[in-house]
């Protein structure tokens, strides 16, 4: 693990998958159980930095990955980020994910989780559908499209996250939630998903709304933390 970034906390490693190679950035402790962080639509910003760094000092304590599923490539404003989304090869980002397990039980992880926001939770699920090496997932407000996974084939338990007040209709909204519920109950895997009142779609984000959010965050990263100390 060589490449420390600027702000010293994360190292920069180089992952193989087939043909290709990507970065990552891992921070946390080491040999400890790891969680995938994956990113929301914007790219690897500061918002996933700060969410790995948070969840890398949960419990006992995590190693956390960022896989760069845009290689390199942020967004600053919302027409860009929706363009490098709807640009983004889904299952290519899947084998991103799974090389990223995979590297990370090859470096001292006895079991992995997978996390992510907004476009990240959307894979996170189709992770625990589609990687048999997910130990388990924490999924925040997005839902994957009925092309790329079903979740009532989930293989790994997933815990998932949504705000009443989201106006994404399908993806994660209220109407999506549930019925991501309802196909995580025809599976049999072990599910929970919760619904927050008053939030609206990024509530975990750092924002002049997150003030009034500050209770369902903590009650979210609650959750979070005994779901993954239950399932790594």
């Avoid at 998932?160 to 106006?167: I, K, Q």
């Avoid at 009034?212 to 790594?232: E, P």
Wanted: glycine share 10%.
């Amino acid at each position: 693990m060589a490449g420390a970034d600027a702000a010293g906390q994360f190292q920069k490693v180089r992952i193989q998958r087939e043909d290709t190679a990507f970065d990552a950035y891992v921070v946390g402790k080491q040999n400890a159980p790891g969680v995938v962080v994956l990113q929301e639509w914007w790219g690897l910003n500061n918002q996933v930095k700060n969410h790995a760094i948070h969840i890398s000092q949960l419990g006992d304590g995590y190693t956390a990955l960022i896989p760069d599923l845009y290689r390199g490539k942020v967004a600053l404003d919302a027409a860009e980020a929706r363009h490098l989304m709807e640009g983004l090869d889904w299952k290519g980002a899947i084998r991103d994910i799974q090389a990223s397990v995979q590297w990370l039980k090859k470096n001292g992880s006895p079991k992995v989780g997978v996390t992510g926001y907004c476009m990240g939770g959307a894979l996170a699920i189709a992770s625990g559908v589609l990687v048999p090496e997910v130990d388990a997932v924490v999924a925040f407000y997005g839902t994957p499209s009925s092309e790329l996974a079903d979740p009532s084939r989930a293989l790994a338990p997933i815990q998932a996250h949504f705000g009443e007040l989201d106006t994404y209709v399908g993806f994660a909204d209220v109407t999506a939630a549930k019925s991501l519920e309802e196909k995580l109950k025809s599976c049999g895997v072990a599910h929970e998903v919760h619904i927050y009142p008053g939030c609206s779609h990024a509530f975990m984000n750092t924002s002049p709304e997150a003030l009034k959010n500050q209770g369902a965050i903590d009650l979210a990263w609650s959750c979070f933390a005994t779901w993954m100390g239950r399932f790594l």
